[in-house]
């Protein structure tokens, strides 16, 4: 079978060891659309349920413990014919590179998805490649995060070293701002994510839009496929609520974006795979905020397949194989995605979808949230939705209409939180 293209016909897929499966609500899109090019043998710490019509077959693991993890991976490797690594779980991208080092699968070297991982080593790789990005200063305590603050000026970002979907992040202003913004960034836990002597850091405030890139990249070369508009709120958090791609943004053909995107990925040796790489763009010019060696979360590789026709997940499992990726945009569409939150933390009573209420693009309007549900806002929860809509069209300002009043179009009805 030839290395770079993916077999036809009679042949038997090939496989995928995907490593860990995630939040079916947020990525089971992910492997229906793979699962029509690739078998996948899921390496997981829990028995597959919903995952069982997509995959070949499982092995149930610690996925934190690389011995036992190197150890299966070997045996299905042994009977099958796998072709590449898998996964989409922030906790688990430096795991995976490490076991596609072992098998002699395509992929980046370790190292550089750790760099990808630890927000501190990539500032200082890019501050080595004289990139331009914010000042980022990583503390031990309290008392170093208000030197930090006041060495960058206020307002300053503070925020958790070695998380991602902005949890543990926020605004302060003040000293005092800075101790209790510290405190909660310490806090910010995640399953699998590595601690730090200097955990948390103290980052000058950007100003300007947020957009993110999913990308793949192969033999060094990157390939943007999606770019989405990020909306943020909870303030003084950085809580996401919102993205919107557009098939044919403009930013996707801006120079000095791709230049920065470009010089970033070599300076950190990111070769091979696929990447979500987060920018503001400042009145200075772009600036990286965060680059992680995966797919984005929050539905934005499905929203780039809604507006372009073509699924960055399908391409970045063909680039985890070794397969040449389809990259190339069909359609030039606008989605958007809205997630809901509550104004307070609550318990929710029901979550109504109005469908009466819906317009002419709305795509999928879920509930994510069942009666009973604890929903809180951060710091004591971070990502704690009770729905999200999806809007598809080829008018963006139609779109955009549509989504105005997200809350009007799935309901919450709450009662106050237990004391």
Not at 34 to 40: H, S, V
Not at 62 to 74: F, I, P, Q, S, W
Not at 152 to 168: C, D, E, F, Q, T
Not at 253 to 261: G, I, K, N, R
């Given at each position: 079978m030839d290395a770079t293209t993916p077999p036809t016909g009679d042949t038997p897929a090939p496989v995928l060891l995907l490593i860990g499966s995630g939040d079916r609500r947020y990525r089971e899109y992910i492997l229906a659309a793979?699962?029509?090019?690739?078998?996948?043998w899921l390496l997981d710490a829990y028995e597959p349920t919903w995952q069982l019509p997509y995959i070949e077959g499982a092995t149930v693991l610690?996925?934190?413990?690389?011995?036992?993890?190197?150890?299966?991976?070997?045996h299905v490797a042994a009977a099958l014919p796998v072709v590449g690594v898998f996964t989409y779980d922030e906790s688990l991208v430096h795991a995976a590179a490490q076991l596609a080092q072992t098998l002699g699968l395509p992929g980046s070297p370790p190292r550089a998805v750790q760099a990808c991982r630890d927000k501190a080593a990539t500032r200082a790789i890019l501050n080595e490649a004289e990139i331009p990005q914010p000042a980022s200063i990583p503390v031990a305590d309290a008392d170093e995060a208000t030197t930090a603050a006041?060495?960058?000026?206020?307002?300053?970002?503070?925020?958790?070293?070695?998380?991602?979907?902005?949890?543990?992040?926020?605004r302060a202003d003040t000293p005092a701002g800075v101790r209790e913004a510290y405190a909660v960034a310490a806090a910010a836990t995640y399953a699998g994510v590595p601690r730090y002597e200097a955990d948390v850091l103290i980052e000058e405030l950007l100003t300007g839009e947020e957009i993110s890139i999913d990308a793949v990249i192969t033999e060094g070369v990157c390939t943007p496929m999606v770019l989405a508009r990020k909306q943020v709120g909870c303030n003084p958090?950085?809580?996401?609520?919102?993205?919107?791609?557009?098939?044919?943004?403009?930013?996707?053909?801006?120079?000095?974006?791709?230049?920065?995107?470009?010089?970033?990925?070599?300076a950190i040796g990111y070769v091979h795979g696929a990447t979500h790489t987060e920018f503001k763009l400042t009145p200075h010019g772009p600036r990286l905020i965060e680059i992680n060696a995966r797919l984005g979360g929050d539905f934005i590789p499905y929203l780039g397949a809604l507006a372009t026709g073509t699924d960055p997940a399908v391409a970045a499992a063909h680039v985890a194989a070794g397969f040449a990726p389809d990259t190339a945009p069909r359609t030039s569409h606008t989605a958007a995605i809205r997630f809901l939150y509550p104004a307070q933390d609550c318990i929710a009573a029901t979550v109504t979808v109005r469908t009466d209420r819906l317009g002419p693009t709305i795509h999928r309007a879920?509930?994510?949230a069942d009666p009973g549900t604890a929903l809180a806002l951060p710091p004591r929860a971070y990502l704690n939705r009770y729905?999200?809509?999806?809007?598809?069209?080829?008018?963006?300002?139609?779109?955009?209409?549509?989504l105005a009043d997200p809350s009007a179009l799935i309901e919450l009805r709450a009662q106050p939180p237990a004391s």
């Open positions: 793979i699962t029509r090019d690739f078998r996948l610690n996925t934190k413990d690389v011995h036992a993890l190197h150890e299966a991976a070997g006041e060495t960058i000026g206020y307002p300053v970002v503070v925020k958790a070293r070695g998380l991602a979907g902005s949890m543990g992040v926020l958090y950085f809580e996401e609520i919102g993205h919107t791609v557009h098939g044919a943004d403009p930013l996707m053909e801006d120079p000095e974006l791709l230049d920065q995107l470009n010089r970033i990925h070599k879920v509930a994510t729905g999200y809509v999806i809007a598809v069209g080829e008018d963006p300002e139609q779109v955009t209409a549509d």
